[in-house]
């Protein structure tokens, strides 16, 4: 066939394509020498396509080719370059390539939509290392699609790309931004929204829908600036497109609730539900088969909910969501495979691990696949201990009575109690629940009783993770009978507990709660041990951790200084608590450089303005 033959087969391929949709008309002439184009396809609201109801115009271009090989979904072409500048000047175009087999009788259409976001990409993509061989570059391959042989889905081929194609074209001579420029602009508060849009012929109006219409169409993405009336263009066209919602639904079995909610991924082919971090069914959209996956979560609390209602689920082939039942049915191939009396063990197993967590206090999970071969012993170990509670065989003799023990990062404080008949077996106990008693020698040499938390410094209280803290002050108010200096030592390990609030990154609201019940009760109850500006000050600047003072509490502050003239390391930090640096920094001065240096390691200090500096 000549070139006139093959040209009148493609476009005609492409009129018949076209006319047969209620929605689109074509006018593209055979043997049309207007440079890079082919004609036009029309686009209408309705199917009568009266001219008051056209919704488009969109200019075409047709190449054909005698190709046999219609088995191919995708194809390569080489485009002109000069032609693409065209088309990117004039708001793109929609490029057809045809497959003719030899006789003339067979034709498959292949198409590309060539948008100005689109082909700025395929023009300014090209590699510039070379510049000299980009002058000479006349073509660049492109990828062509099938053209679908549904009538909807052509008419929302060219409605999509008459919209987007619109929004783009006054895009065509200025950059596009890229997602550099969109994380600048969010940084600097200038970026409202990104969107995406779609519109399509055959769609209905509920959620299915609407997912349905993302899914099978070419979208692009648009950002809405602060100061523009008009969206920009992004320079990423996302593709694979997945849209995944939450459910707020009850998931249950024989009336036992596991899951408040789950989640639903969709995608083109098929969509997933996950339910827990463990378990996932997925339907494929086009065989409806159904598979279920059970891959267990690495982190142990999530885990273990995600075990126990898998073996549920097997068990009963079935669980509810609200009140609809959904089947569960494996062969009895899959449930060997799945082998439950090993998988109740391992529940077993793991709802130990948990006791050991709960009963040390511990929230947080844990990645149990990431343990070391050591910490799986230590580990090992405190189950047996606290959740078996037995004596730990064949640990190292000699060990210290207060043993550090960390696991996945979490640092653990215990008692290691050896056994009267065993040289390495032991009892361990959680160090802060425990019977060991804990005193101190005062300067006149007097042993005195006082809470475990006094063995804290500020690096402990940092680290360790195992402390009870609702035990904390009752720890105090129970020597507080047997210990009446009890007070002294309260103060200072409350201090403790304020220069490690400080120094954290990650603000542990426990600790300050615990710091501001320990300061009230000093402040309220202890009568003869420490000065009244020292349990004021000390529980103001507790206070001022949390927030700004109050008109009362700055009258305090106010007479604190007045009613202590002599005390300068007193009025400093009144004023650092009354955000008067200035003040603060001339009764500094009157110090002595000991006392000076001895104020800069209290936590009141952290209200000072300046960095560390000598004075």
């Known amino acids: 066939m000549d070139a006139k033959t093959i040209e009148t087969l493609s476009i005609n391929a492409v009129r018949d394509s076209i006319v047969v949709s209620d929605f689109?008309?074509?006018?593209?002439?055979?043997?049309?020498?207007?440079?890079?184009?082919?004609?036009?396809?029309?686009?209408?609201?309705?199917?009568?396509?009266?001219?008051?109801?056209?919704?488009?115009?969109?200019?075409?271009?047709?190449?054909?080719?005698?190709?046999?090989?219609?088995?191919?979904?995708?194809?390569?072409?080489?485009?002109?370059?000069?032609?693409?500048?065209?088309?990117?000047?004039?708001?793109?175009?929609?490029?057809?390539?045809?497959?003719?087999?030899?006789?003339?009788?067979?034709?498959?259409?292949?198409?590309?939509?060539?948008?100005?976001?689109?082909?700025?990409?395929?023009?300014?993509?090209?590699?510039?290392?070379?510049?000299?061989?980009?002058?000479?570059?006349?073509?660049k391959n492109l990828k062509f699609i099938e053209f679908p042989n549904d009538n909807n889905r052509k008419?929302?081929?060219?409605?999509?790309?008459?919209?987007?194609?619109?929004?783009?074209a006054s895009f065509s001579k200025t950059d596009i931004f890229s997602i550099d420029d969109i994380e600048r602009l969010e940084g600097q508060d200038l970026l409202m929204q990104l969107s995406l849009t779609v519109s399509g012929y055959g769609y209905g109006k509920t959620k299915n829908d609407i997912y349905k219409a993302f899914l099978e169409n070419e979208v692009y993405l648009y950002a809405d600036i602060k100061g523009s009336n008009i969206s920009h263009p992004v320079d990423v066209i996302p593709t694979n497109l997945l849209i995944k919602e939450k459910e707020l639904k009850a998931i249950s079995i024989s009336g036992k609730k596991f899951y408040s909610k789950f989640s639903r991924i969709k995608s083109l082919e098929r969509t997933v539900v996950k339910i827990g971090d463990s378990l996932s069914i997925e339907i494929n959209e086009n065989t409806k088969l159904v598979k279920f996956n059970y891959n267990p979560s690495p982190m142990l609390r999530q885990r273990v909910k995600d075990l126990e209602f898998f073996i549920n689920i097997v068990n009963e082939k079935c669980f509810f969501i609200d009140n609809v039942k959904i089947p569960f049915d494996l062969s009895d191939d899959e449930i060997g495979k799945i082998n439950v009396d090993e998988q109740k063990k391992s529940l077993e197993y793991y709802l130990k691990m948990v006791t050991v967590l709960d009963t040390l206090h511990i929230d947080d999970d844990i990645n149990i696949n990431e343990l070391t071969e050591q910490e799986r012993r230590e580990f090992?170990?405190?189950?047996?201990?606290?959740?078996?509670?037995?004596?730990?065989?064949?640990?190292?003799?000699?060990?210290?009575?207060?043993?550090?023990i960390s696991i996945a990062n979490i640092k653990l404080m215990l008692i290691f109690e050896k056994c009267i008949d065993s040289n390495n077996t032991y009892n361990i106990y959680d160090f802060f629940c425990s019977n060991f008693a804990l005193f101190y020698e005062t300067p006149d040499g007097e042993e005195l009783r006082t809470s475990l938390y006094s063995a804290l410094q500020k690096?402990?209280?940092?680290?360790?993770?195992?402390?009870?803290?609702?035990?904390?002050?009752?720890?105090?108010?129970?020597?507080?009978?047997?210990?009446?200096?009890?007070?002294?030592?309260?103060?200072?390990?409350?201090?403790?507990?304020?220069?490690?609030?400080?120094?954290?990154?990650?603000k542990n609201p426990q600790l300050l709660r615990v710091a501001k019940d320990l300061a009230k009760w000093i402040l309220q109850e202890d009568k003869l041990v420490l000065p009244y500006e020292i349990k004021i000050l000390n529980y103001l600047q507790v206070i001022r951790r949390e927030r700004e003072l109050n008109i009362d509490e700055v009258k305090e502050l106010c007479t604190i200084i007045a009613d202590n003239p002599m005390r300068e390391d007193v009025i400093t930090g009144a004023y650092l608590l009354l955000g008067d640096q200035m003040a603060a920094e001339i009764h500094f001065e009157k110090m002595e450089q000991e006392l000076q240096k001895g104020f800069r390691e209290y936590p009141i200090y952290r209200f000072w303005n300046e960095v560390d500096k000598e004075m």
């Open 24 to 139: 689109l008309d074509q006018y593209i002439a055979d043997n049309d020498k207007e440079p890079s184009w082919d004609g036009f396809v029309y686009i209408y609201n309705v199917k009568s396509k009266k001219k008051s109801e056209l919704a488009g115009r969109v200019p075409v271009q047709v190449k054909g080719i005698i190709c046999d090989d219609f088995s191919k979904s995708e194809i390569s072409y080489p485009v002109s370059i000069a032609d693409m500048n065209n088309y990117l000047h004039d708001g793109g175009v929609i490029y057809f390539v045809v497959y003719i087999s030899k006789d003339g009788i067979n034709k498959k259409i292949y198409y590309q939509t060539l948008t100005p976001v689109k082909l700025k990409s395929h023009i300014f993509g090209i590699k510039k290392t070379d510049n000299e061989k980009l002058k000479k570059q006349k073509t």
């Open 155 to 168: 008419a929302t081929i060219f409605l999509n790309f008459d919209n987007n194609s619109k929004k783009q």
């Open 380 to 404: 090992h170990n405190l189950v047996i201990a606290f959740a078996d509670k037995k004596p730990v065989p064949n640990l190292k003799p000699d060990l210290p009575t207060i043993c550090y």
């Open 459 to 506: 690096d402990e209280y940092l680290q360790i993770r195992n402390i009870d803290y609702d035990s904390i002050l009752p720890s105090y108010k129970l020597i507080e009978k047997e210990n009446k200096q009890i007070f002294d030592r309260a103060n200072n390990d409350l201090l403790m507990m304020l220069l490690a609030y400080d120094e954290s990154i990650i």
